[in-house]
C-alpha cells in the first residue's frame, strides 16, 4: 500500500511560472525517498503539495488513500509532519512548548487559549525530546540553540506529532557537515524504527546514496529519474543536473566529478 | 565640479531620486506657506521669553507640605485609573488586534471593519470621550476609567495588529504545516513573536495615559486633574510645584521599570 500517491500533478504559480509539469509517483509506506534536482526544479513544491501548503492546479495528491484538499487539511496534517530548511520554530518559545506544537493537531482551540496540554502531551513531547538527545535543552528558549540543534527540535515536533509520514524540505541545508550527517542519521533511524514514511529534499548527492532506499530525480518540473541508489550513475547525475540550453556543460562535469 | 564628479548617490544617474528632492521641496514650500496661518511668529516668541521666565520662577517657591496627604490620595486615584484603564483595554486589544492584522483576520471585510472602528475610538482626545462618559454615568474616576480604556483600545488594537503583521512567516507555517487551527496557530506562532512589540506599546500606553489620567480631572472624571487646573488658576503655585514634580516622578519610575521589563522579554530571563 502506498502512502503518498501523485497523480498527474501539475502546478502553475499566479505568476505564470509552471513548477510542476506533470508528476505521477507512489511512495511506498515506510519507505525513505530522497529528492534530488537543481534549484528551481519543483522540489520543494513537490512536497509542499503532500502537506496541502500548496494546492495543485490539475491533479490529486493522495495521503493514506486520502485526498489532499482544503476541507480537510487540518486532519490531513494530524497526520504528515514537516521538517524545514530555516527549521521554521517559534524562536521565543521554549524548545519544549515548540514540540508541544505538534500536539496542537490532536487538541482543540479551548485548551490552547490558556496554552493548556495535556499531561500525556508533555510525555510525548519529552519522548520525542529524549530521541533527538535534547532532554536537557527542554526550557531553553528555541533561538538560543545552535542550527544543528534547533533542526534536531524541529524533528523532534515532527515526531510529537505521531505522524505516519515525515516531510523534509532540504532539512540541511543550512548545517555543517556532521551536523546534516546527524539529521540525516535520525531521519533514517525514525524511518527505520517507527516505520514513518520519510521524504527528504536534498542537494547532497553523496547523502542521497548513502540514506535513500529509493531516489527521484526532478529537472524543470519533472522526474527524470526514479530509481534505487544503485542505478543512479554518473550519467543519471548529468540528466538531473542538467540545464537548458547548454549542451557541453564543463562546470556541470566538474561539479558532479566527486559526487 | 569637482564635487559633482566625486561624490554619488548610490542610484544609477549618481543622483538623488527625483521624487524624493521633489517631496522633500514640496513639503519645505508648505511650512514657509503655512507658517503665517498658525501664528508661527519668531519676533513674539522672542518677546514673550521674560514672560516665560517669570512664570516658571514663580514656581520655586516653599511647596504647601500640608497638602501632601492630599496630593498623594490624588495621585494614588490617578495610577489606579490608569492601570485600571489600560489593562481593561489589553484585555480588549487582544482580539481587535488579531481581526485588524491582515495575516490574522479571518477576512478582509473583518479587516476594514476592525480598523474603522478603532479609528473611531481614538479619533477623539480622552477629555472628550470623559465629558460623554461623565454625562451617561455622572462624575468620579469610573467615567475617566472608561475614557481612558476606550481611546486606549482604538491605539492599541492597532499597534497590536502592526506587531502581528510583522511576524515572521517561517514560524507560522512552521506550526501550520502540523495541523495547528485557526485560533491556535495564532495563539502559538503569532503571539509570542509579537509579544516583545506588544510590551514596548503598553509601556508607552502606560505613560501616554498616566499623562492623559492627569488631566481628566479637567471634566469631573477622576485624578490629580482637578487640584492641577485650581492651583493654576488661583495661583497656588506651592501646590502646583509639588503635582508637577509628583508626575514627573511617576513617569520617570514608569520609564525604568519598562526599561527592565522589555530587555528581560527581549533577552530572556538570563539576560
Known amino acids: 500500500m502506498s502512502a503518498i500517491s501523485i497523480q ?10 509552471e513548477a510542476l509539469k506533470g508528476i505521477d509517483a507512489e511512495i511506498k509506506s515506510g519507505s525513505f525517498t530522497v529528492v534530488l534536482g537543481p534549484s528551481g526544479a519543483g522540489k520543494s513544491t513537490l512536497l509542499r503539495l503532500m502537506n496541502g501548503l500548496e494546492t ?31 527549521f521554521n520554530l517559534v524562536d521565543r518559545l521554549s524548545v519544549v512548548t515548540n514540540v508541544l506544537t505538534g500536539r496542537l493537531a490532536h487538541r482543540s482551540w479551548v485548551g490552547s487559549v490558556f496554552y493548556l496540554f495535556r499531561k500525556e502531551d508533555m510525555e510525548i513531547a519529552q519522548e520525542a525530546l529524549a530521541r533527538v538527545a535534547l532532554t536537557d535543552k527542554a526550557w531553553n528558549r528555541a533561538d538560543k540553540l545552535s542550527g544543528g540543534q534547533q533542526q534536531r527540535v524541529g524533528i523532534a515536533r515532527a515526531l510529537a506529532q505521531q505522524p505516519k509520514v515525515i516531510l523534509a524540505d532540504e532539512p540541511v541545508a543550512s548545517l555543517d557537515p556532521v551536523s546534516s550527517e546527524e539529521i540525516m542519521a535520525l531521519l533514517r533511524e525514525i524511518c527505520d524504527r517507527d516505520g514513518i514514511t520519510v521524504v527528504v529534499n536534498l542537494h547532497q548527492v553523496e547523502l542521497a546514496r548513502r540514506f535513500a532506499d529509493r531516489i527521484i530525480g526532478m529537472n524543470s518540473g519533472k522526474i527524470v529519474f526514479d530509481g ?9 547525475l548529468r540528466t538531473i543536473y542538467q540545464r537548458e540550453g547548454i549542451e557541453d556543460d564543463n562546470s556541470l562535469d566538474m561539479a558532479l566529478a566527486y559526487a | 565640479m ?47 521669553l ?15 507640605w500640608n497638602y501632601v496627604p492630599q496630593l498623594l490620595a490624588k495621585m494614588l486615584e490617578t495610577i489606579e485609573m490608569t492601570i485600571l484603564g489600560t489593562a481593561i483595554a489589553i484585555v480588549l486589544s487582544l482580539p481587535m488586534g488579531i481581526l485588524a492584522a491582515r495575516n490574522a483576520t479571518p477576512h478582509i471585510a473583518v479587516y476594514r471593519l476592525t480598523r ?29 476609567v472608561m475614557a481612558l480604556a476606550f481611546v486606549t483600545v482604538g491605539f492599541m488594537g492597532k499597534f497590536f495588529a502592526e506587531a502581528i503583521e510583522v511576524v515572521d ?68 503655585y506651592d501646590r502646583l510645584l509639588l503635582i508637577a514634580l509628583a508626575i514627573y516622578l511617576v513617569v520617570t519610575l514608569l520609564d525604568r521599570a519598562s526599561d527592565r521589563l522589555r530587555s528581560r522579554i527581549i533577552h530572556g530571563k538570563q539576560a
Open chain 1, 228 to 236: 534505487n541508489p544503485e542505478q543512479m550513475t554518473q550519467s543519471v
Open chain 2, 2 to 48: 569637482t564635487t559633482v564628479s566625486t561624490w554619488r548617490w548610490p542610484t544609477p544617474s549618481g543622483w538623488p531620486p527625483l521624487p524624493l528632492v521633489g517631496g522633500v521641496l514640496a513639503l519645505l514650500c508648505a511650512l514657509w506657506l503655512t507658517a503665517p496661518i498658525v501664528e508661527v511668529d519668531f519676533v513674539r516668541l522672542i518677546g514673550s
Open chain 1, 56 to 86: 495543485p492546479t490539475s491533479g490529486e495528491v493522495r495521503i493514506g488513500g486520502e485526498s489532499v484538499d482544503a476541507h480537510k487539511l487540518r486532519h490531513i496534517r494530524s497526520k504528515v509532519a514537516m521538517v524545514f530548511q530555516q
Open chain 2, 50 to 64: 521674560g514672560k516665560m521666565v517669570g512664570f516658571t520662577g514663580q514656581m520655586f517657591v516653599t511647596p504647601d
Open chain 1, 8 to 17: 498527474s500533478v501539475t502546478k502553475r504559480f499566479p505568476n505564470g511560472f
Open chain 2, 169 to 236: 512567516r517561517k514560524a507560522v507555517e512552521g506550526v501550520r504545516a502540523h495541523g495547528a487551527g485557526w485560533l491556535q496557530v495564532r495563539l502559538f506562532a503569532m503571539l509570542p513573536q509579537a509579544l516583545p512589540d506588544f510590551v514596548g506599546t503598553v509601556m508607552y500606553i502606560l505613560d501616554h495615559n498616566l499623562r492623559a489620567a492627569a488631566i481628566l480631572g479637567l471634566v469631573g472624571a477622576g485624578g490629580i486633574g482637578y487640584d492641577l487646573v485650581m492651583s493654576m488658576r488661583l495661583f497656588q
Open chain 2, 116 to 144: 474603522d472602528v478603532l479609528s473611531l475610538m481614538r479619533a477623539l482626545p480622552e477629555l472628550v470621550w470623559a465629558l460623554v462618559f461623565v454625562s451617561a454615568v455622572g462624575l468620579g474616576p469610573l467615567p475617566g
